[in-house]
């Protein structure tokens, strides 16, 4: 099945510092790579995806990238808020049949005013 | 429209009990998904479900543990005869049809505390 990997597991930065998560992923044929945030005490949001026909995708301050050939994506988070502080999680997908999301062991994203 | 819902948020249970989780998905939604996160272990997916079927148990554990999705009302995950180790968040998700499988709305989540 198929293996995420995410680093780092933390991540400190200043306020209006970027920020950049890195996943890599092991079965080729995943298509499909969401990115979710993680509140605490909620329940994760999606907050951009990726299909695998597209290199880079952007939402106002953050971006995803995406290398196919590396099988790895990342998010980027430009301009950043003590508001995006929280813990991110990649996924990926092989949209196949009843196939399902496997998600990375996730990031804890601090932001610091 | 309200997101979706799951109760109890907490639950505390002795060894040997049972657990009921319960999830209500969004309006419109025939997909449930249940994942389970341990502390720096990310979300383990456990089941996937429509109505009245099981599609993907393979995250599962076999043994005292269960899940449905009724024609009516929410979906259930039930653990009995719980153990420590199943002290966890658990985490329901929902989707549409249209795109099951991929843009996954999740609950806030039942922390459960096995003493």
């Known amino acids: 099945g198929e293996n995420v990997e995410q680093h780092p597991s933390t991540l400190s930065v200043q306020e209006g510092d970027s920020a950049v998560i890195k996943c890599t992923y092991s079965?080729?044929?995943?298509?499909?790579f969401p990115w979710y945030k993680q509140e605490l005490g909620k329940g994760p949001q999606l907050i951009i995806d990726?299909?695998?026909?597209?290199g880079e995708k952007k939402d106002q301050r953050i971006a995803v990238t995406l290398n196919k050939t590396a099988k790895h994506f990342s998010l980027h988070i430009t301009e950043t808020q003590p508001e995006d502080s929280a813990v991110y999680f990649c996924?990926?997908?092989?949209?196949?049949?009843?196939?399902?999301?496997?998600f990375g062991k996730g990031t804890m994203l601090l932001v610091s005013p | 429209n309200a997101g979706v819902m799951q109760n109890p948020r907490h639950l505390v249970r002795r060894r040997g009990q049972e657990a009921r989780l319960r999830c209500s998905p969004m309006?419109?939604?025939?997909?449930v998904y249940w994942y389970r996160q341990l502390p720096e272990e990310g979300l383990k997916f456990m089941v996937y479900?429509?109505?009245?079927?099981?599609?993907?148990e393979s995250g599962m554990p076999k043994e005292r543990f269960s899940a449905e999705f009724p024609k009516e009302g929410p979906s259930i995950l039930r653990i009995q005869q719980v153990v420590r180790g199943d002290s966890a968040a658990y985490f329901c998700?929902?989707?549409?049809?249209?795109?099951?499988?991929?843009?996954?709305?999740f609950g806030s989540g039942t922390q459960l505390s096995v003493l």
């Open positions: 479900l429509q109505k009245e079927n099981i599609i993907d």
């Open positions: 998700a929902s989707s549409p049809a249209t795109t099951a499988n991929e843009k996954l709305f």
């Open positions: 990726i299909r695998s026909n597209v």
């Open positions: 309006k419109g939604h025939s997909h």
């Open positions: 079965d080729s044929a995943s298509n499909y």
């Open positions: 996924a990926a997908i092989t949209n196949s049949g009843y196939s399902t999301l496997t």
